[in-house]
């Protein structure tokens, strides 16, 4: 078929649309195009032909396109945006701007009539230095900025529009808001650790954000700032610390950096290098004056050796071979001591420098049991170094010091099933606990009346503990008392505490919080343990969304056929409006923790209803943080209970919105997300088109060869294996009931995933494609089970989009433009 081309000036279609209510209906005035200039400041040459142009000019840009100012002075003259069609006085270089706006994927040339060697930026980014340049434009919301050395004498100034095809239009709205894109929720500056000193006075910061220009390099920065006013007291950006810790009365910082343990003097910001040469070094620990920290060796392989006789099933993991000991170095004299000396590594959990020892943890090959896996929790004793085996054990996550104990994390079963609330029920031991160990070795279960999954806890100066969980799809912190035995809820105000610190040595600990929410960016906060009052650090809305709508979120939770509650959200779409219908997006895990409610990460929900999608993100049966019956039934279902929930949730929520077309419902899941994917095409036809990323097809093969297969699988298929339970591993593997499937599949994996092996993919891909089945398969190369680098991840959000918009709008351009291979085979 052939497509009419569409032809016209941006100037005449500003005004025909504010005529004939186009583009939507919105009134669009003829002097929408805004000009800055001419600068009349005179310069040694044109503002391209500068030897620094690229630069001169992206620093130019950066200041147009971050700037919500009407005006802007330039040396001593004041220059402020116009109406394009205004008469130009002067001579010098000039700027243009535009917002642009589509409903869909959008291809088409830009032509730059009238201005000398002009330079076209799109959101801040250069497009090209040209008076055409094509473009391709997701769903969102657009600024055009044209920087140019000056007028032509002989041609006047307009933009022309080149559309691909009719359905090629660009819209003008000027609003001053705009929806949210993915170069926003994956660039924009976020807090990715904190440390705060004991007595509460400093807080060590990193930062990371992107540039469009460093492509996949971040740009991270690691700042130490005085809390009471937030000022930056000092500030790294190459060699950065890592493994940071404060000194107990708060006046050194200890750290990581350029292959040296490097010690920061607080009163005088002077920094004492205390070890060089120390490679591989991390989780430094003060013990008094002395620091404690392990040190790899990492394995030397035979660079000529032909062939690998594997040791043990981890000796699949690429690390497995190298071997972490404790060392201690005494910053006076600079002599560094080995503490342990094994064949197996030690990992160095605490120390408690009153008396004078230390708890380390091994892991010693031993599959005699699920999950196949062993811990030896050892006490060291640093005086003669001799070490005493606490226990061993199947489950267990973590341990600290007390004053006549010690707390220990760990599932359910840990201690012969000390921590099951309920003999009668299946238990997963991914479902952490809390326990206490007292003195003469006896241990008692803490949070058995509990229902959140206990994460990381750090201890407080009065033995209490502070423990962030998993509740539901929440992640809030929670203080145990430990004289009432209580837990109590910290009033942090935001859905996900992402990153936290406490100064511990305070009465009135202060806490400080990056956190987000579903629909909020990240902040920064300072507040004390015992109060809700905070003190804002960082806003990113502020610094980065301030000019950025949102669609509402809703919850949808659902009481399932067997009495139980499954929560759900629904994300609207940006502008929604109730009487349109809307094609849908149905996201969930299925496996062993539930999908939290951050504002962004890999899986961008807030992106997908700026594209017009309502996304209903739900949360079936068998995660954690809803009580041990509601995990437990992840354990040797495969698949069971939550395919179910699924299909009834997204029953009833089709039932309870009308304005989802229940014809246009696709869905989608990651890892154990894209085994359910897979799985429901083999149960269900309501979806009508299915993404799978990383999915699980095979659960034998996954079992035997994915780096953690065998190791998961012996907390979720617990005492089944391939020849005692075949039901469950053919019956509930998608792969051998790929007849069945009837909806158009997406397969996405990388091809350097070690987690779920990329053959999981091919496996399915296979079956299809000799049923005669829709399937499409797209590898990432080089991309391990999730995929971060940034052009990748924009790359794979816009596969994933593109297939959707595909098969739920009807709209093929996104898809052919990615993979044009697939239009001619058409």
Same mark, same amino acid.
């Given at each position: 078929?052939?497509?009419?081309?569409?032809?016209?000036?941006?100037?005449?279609?500003?005004?025909?649309?504010?005529?004939?209510? &186009?583009?939507?209906?919105?009134?669009?005035?003829?002097?929408?195009?805004?000009?800055?200039?001419?600068?009349?400041?005179?310069?040694?040459?044109?503002?391209?032909?500068?030897?620094?142009?690229?630069?001169?000019?992206?620093?130019?840009?950066?200041?147009?396109?971050?700037?919500?100012?009407?005006?802007?002075?330039?040396?001593?003259?004041?220059?402020?945006?116009?109406?394009?069609?205004?008469?130009?006085?002067?001579?010098?270089?000039?700027?243009?701007?535009?917002?642009?706006?589509?409903?869909?994927?959008?291809?088409?040339?830009?032509?730059?009539?009238?201005?000398?060697?002009?330079?076209?930026?799109?959101?801040?980014?250069?497009?090209?230095?040209?008076?055409?340049?094509?473009?391709?434009?997701?769903?969102?919301?657009?600024?055009?900025?044209?920087?140019?050395?000056?007028?032509?004498?002989?041609?006047?100034?307009?933009?022309?529009?080149?559309?691909?095809?009719?359905?090629?239009?660009?819209?003008?709205?000027?609003?001053?808001?705009?929806?949210?894109?993915?170069?926003?929720?994956?660039?924009?500056?976020?807090?990715?650790?904190?440390?705060?000193?004991?007595?509460?006075?400093?807080?060590?910061?990193?930062?990371?954000?992107?540039?469009?220009?460093?492509?996949?390099?971040?740009?991270?920065?690691?700042?130490?700032?005085?809390?009471?006013?937030?000022?930056?007291?000092?500030?790294?950006?190459?060699?950065?610390?890592?493994?940071?810790?404060?000194?107990?009365?708060?006046?050194?910082?200890?750290?990581?950096?350029?292959?040296?343990? %490097?010690?920061?003097?607080?009163?005088?910001?002077?920094?004492?290098?205390?070890?060089?040469?120390?490679?591989?070094?991390?989780?430094?620990?003060?013990?008094?004056?002395?620091?404690?920290?392990?040190?790899?060796?990492?394995?030397?392989?035979?660079?000529?050796?032909?062939?690998?006789?594997?040791?043990?099933?981890?000796?699949?993991?690429?690390?497995?071979?190298?071997?972490?000991?404790?060392?201690?170095?005494?910053?006076?004299?600079?002599?560094?001591? +080995?503490?342990?000396?094994? *064949?197996?590594?030690?990992?160095?959990?605490?120390?408690?420098?009153?008396?004078?020892?230390?708890?380390?943890?091994?892991?010693?090959?031993?599959?005699?049991?699920?999950?196949?896996?062993?811990? %030896?929790?050892?006490?060291?004793?640093?005086?003669?170094?001799?070490?005493?085996?606490?226990?061993?054990?199947?489950?267990?996550?973590?341990?600290?010091?007390?004053?006549?104990?010690?707390?220990?994390?760990?599932?359910?079963?840990?201690?012969?099933?000390?921590?099951?609330?309920?003999?009668?029920?299946?238990?997963?031991?991914?479902?952490?606990?809390?326990?206490?160990?007292?003195?003469?070795?006896?241990?008692?279960?803490?949070? *058995?009346?509990?229902?959140?999954?206990?994460?990381?806890?750090?201890?407080?100066?009065?033995?209490?503990?502070?423990?962030?969980?998993?509740?539901?799809?929440?992640?809030?912190?929670?203080?145990?008392?430990?004289?009432?035995?209580?837990?109590?809820?910290?009033?942090?105000?935001?859905?996900?505490?992402?990153?936290?610190?406490?100064?511990?040595?305070?009465? *009135?600990?202060?806490?400080?919080?990056?956190?987000?929410?579903?629909?909020?960016? %990240?902040?920064?906060?300072?507040?004390?343990?015992?109060?809700?009052? *905070?003190?804002?650090?960082?806003?990113?809305?502020? +610094?980065?969304?301030?000019?950025?709508?949102?669609?509402?979120?809703?919850?949808?939770?659902?009481?399932?056929?067997?009495?139980?509650?499954?929560?759900?959200?629904?994300?609207?779409?940006?502008?929604?409006?109730?009487?349109?219908?809307?094609?849908?997006?149905?996201?969930?895990?299925?496996?062993?923790?539930?999908?939290?409610?951050?504002?962004?990460?890999?899986?961008? &929900?807030?992106?997908?209803?700026? %594209?017009?999608?309502?996304?209903?993100?739900?949360?079936?049966?068998?995660?954690?943080?809803?009580?041990?019956?509601?995990?437990?039934?992840?354990?040797?279902?495969?698949?069971?209970?939550?395919?179910?929930?699924?299909?009834?949730?997204?029953?009833?929520?089709?039932?309870?919105?009308?304005?989802?077309?229940?014809?246009?419902?696709?869905?989608?899941?990651?890892?154990?997300?894209?085994?359910?994917?897979?799985?429901?095409?083999?149960?269900?036809?309501?979806?009508?088109?299915?993404?799978?990323?990383?999915?699980?097809?095979?659960?034998?093969?996954?079992?035997?060869?994915?780096?953690?297969?065998?190791?998961?699988?012996?907390?979720?298929?617990?005492?089944?294996?391939?020849?005692?339970?075949?039901?469950?591993?053919?019956?509930?593997?998608?792969?051998?009931?790929?007849?069945?499937?009837?909806?158009?599949?997406?397969?996405?994996?990388?091809?350097?995933?070690?987690?779920?092996?990329?053959?999981?993919?091919?496996?399915?891909?296979?079956?299809?494609?000799?049923?005669?089945?829709?399937?499409?398969?797209?590898?990432?190369?080089?991309?391990?089970?999730?995929?971060?680098?940034?052009?990748?991840?924009?790359?794979?959000?816009?596969?994933?989009?593109?297939?959707?918009?595909?098969?739920?709008?009807?709209?093929?351009?996104?898809?052919?433009?990615?993979?044009?291979?697939?239009?001619?085979?058409?």
């Amino acid at each position: 078929m052939k497509y009419a081309m569409k032809t016209f000036s941006l100037l005449s279609l500003s005004l025909s649309m504010a005529i004939s209510g &186009f583009a939507n209906g919105a009134a669009i005035d003829a002097q929408y195009i805004q000009r800055l200039g001419p600068v009349s400041q005179i310069s040694g040459t044109p503002l391209s032909k500068s030897e620094q142009a690229d630069p001169l000019r992206a620093n130019l840009i950066a200041r147009l396109s971050h700037s919500n100012q009407d005006s802007l002075q330039v040396f001593d003259q004041k220059l402020s945006w116009q109406a394009a069609s205004t008469d130009v006085a002067g001579e010098g270089w000039l700027a243009y701007q535009l917002p642009i706006s589509t409903q869909r994927y959008t291809q088409g040339t830009l032509t730059v009539n009238g201005l000398e060697n002009p330079q076209v930026y799109l959101n801040g980014t250069l497009v090209k230095s040209a008076a055409k340049v094509d473009l391709s434009l997701a769903n969102g919301d657009y600024q055009v900025l044209v920087l140019a050395d000056g007028l032509q004498t002989d041609v006047p100034f307009s933009l022309d529009w080149q559309g691909t095809s009719d359905v090629d239009q660009l819209q003008f709205v000027k609003q001053k808001t705009h929806r949210v894109s993915a170069e926003q929720l994956f660039d924009s500056k976020t807090i990715n650790s904190l440390a705060v000193s004991p007595d509460g006075k400093y807080l060590l910061q990193s930062t990371i954000e992107y540039l469009a220009s460093q492509g996949d390099k971040p740009r991270q920065v690691t700042e130490l700032r005085s809390l009471p006013d937030n000022r930056v007291i000092y500030r790294w950006q190459e060699n950065r610390p890592s493994s940071a810790v404060w000194s107990r009365d708060s006046q050194q910082l200890a750290f990581v950096a350029n292959e040296q343990i %490097q010690v920061l003097n607080i009163a005088d910001l002077t920094i004492k290098v205390a070890a060089t040469t120390v490679e591989n070094v991390s989780g430094l620990q003060w013990y008094n004056d002395s620091l404690l920290f392990n040190w790899q060796k990492p394995y030397k392989a035979d660079d000529k050796a032909s062939s690998k006789r594997f040791r043990a099933l981890e000796d699949r993991w690429s690390y497995w071979r190298n071997i972490s000991q404790i060392y201690q170095l005494d910053l006076a004299s600079g002599f560094i001591r +080995q503490l342990t000396n094994n *064949k197996i590594s030690s990992a160095l959990l605490d120390s408690d420098a009153k008396a004078g020892r230390l708890l380390l943890t091994r892991s010693p090959v031993d599959y005699t049991e699920p999950a196949h896996s062993l811990t %030896q929790l050892v006490e060291l004793t640093l005086s003669d170094l001799n070490e005493t085996l606490i226990g061993e054990y199947r489950s267990f996550s973590g341990a600290l010091y007390a004053d006549d104990g010690m707390y220990i994390t760990a599932g359910p079963r840990f201690m012969g099933g000390k921590g099951i609330q309920d003999s009668d029920i299946e238990v997963n031991d991914y479902d952490g606990q809390l326990y206490w160990r007292d003195s003469n070795g006896d241990i008692s279960a803490l949070s *058995k009346a509990f229902d959140p999954a206990i994460g990381a806890m750090t201890k407080l100066d009065n033995d209490d503990l502070l423990l962030s969980v998993t509740e539901g799809d929440y992640k809030p912190l929670y203080v145990y008392d430990k004289s009432k035995r209580r837990f109590s809820k910290v009033s942090a105000g935001v859905d996900m505490v992402d990153y936290y610190s406490v100064a511990i040595e305070q009465s *009135k600990p202060t806490l400080v919080i990056a956190g987000t929410s579903a629909t909020t960016p %990240q902040k920064a906060f300072t507040m004390s343990l015992n109060a809700s009052r *905070k003190k804002i650090l960082f806003d990113s809305q502020k +610094q980065s969304y301030a000019n950025t709508r949102f669609g509402d979120i809703q919850d949808f939770d659902f009481e399932n056929k067997q009495g139980q509650t499954i929560d759900g959200r629904v994300y609207l779409p940006v502008d929604f409006d109730a009487n349109k219908k809307y094609p849908a997006l149905v996201y969930y895990y299925g496996g062993t923790s539930p999908v939290g409610r951050h504002f962004t990460g890999r899986w961008p &929900f807030n992106l997908w209803a700026a %594209q017009g999608y309502v996304v209903y993100v739900l949360q079936p049966s068998g995660a954690t943080g809803y009580g041990q019956a509601f995990s437990g039934r992840h354990v040797n279902a495969w698949g069971k209970f939550s395919a179910d929930d699924i299909i009834e949730c997204t029953k009833a929520f089709l039932a309870a919105h009308p304005f989802v077309d229940a014809k246009r419902v696709g869905n989608m899941g990651a890892s154990y997300g894209g085994f359910m994917t897979m799985y429901l095409a083999t149960q269900t036809d309501i979806f009508a088109a299915s993404m799978s990323h990383a999915g699980i097809s095979n659960l034998s093969s996954y079992w035997g060869h994915g780096w953690w297969g065998y190791g998961y699988s012996g907390v979720a298929s617990r005492g089944s294996f391939p020849w005692n339970n075949p039901e469950l591993y053919v019956q509930q593997s998608p792969l051998y009931h790929a007849d069945k499937i009837t909806t158009p599949l997406l397969l996405i994996h990388g091809n350097a995933d070690t987690n779920v092996p990329v053959g999981e993919s091919h496996y399915m891909y296979t079956a299809l494609k000799l049923l005669g089945k829709e399937v499409e398969l797209v590898e990432f190369n080089g991309q391990d089970h999730h995929i971060n680098s940034r052009e990748a991840r924009f790359d794979w959000w816009n596969t994933t989009m593109a297939w959707f918009d595909l098969k739920l709008k009807g709209e093929p351009q996104w898809w052919n433009s990615l993979y044009p291979e697939t239009k001619a085979a058409q």
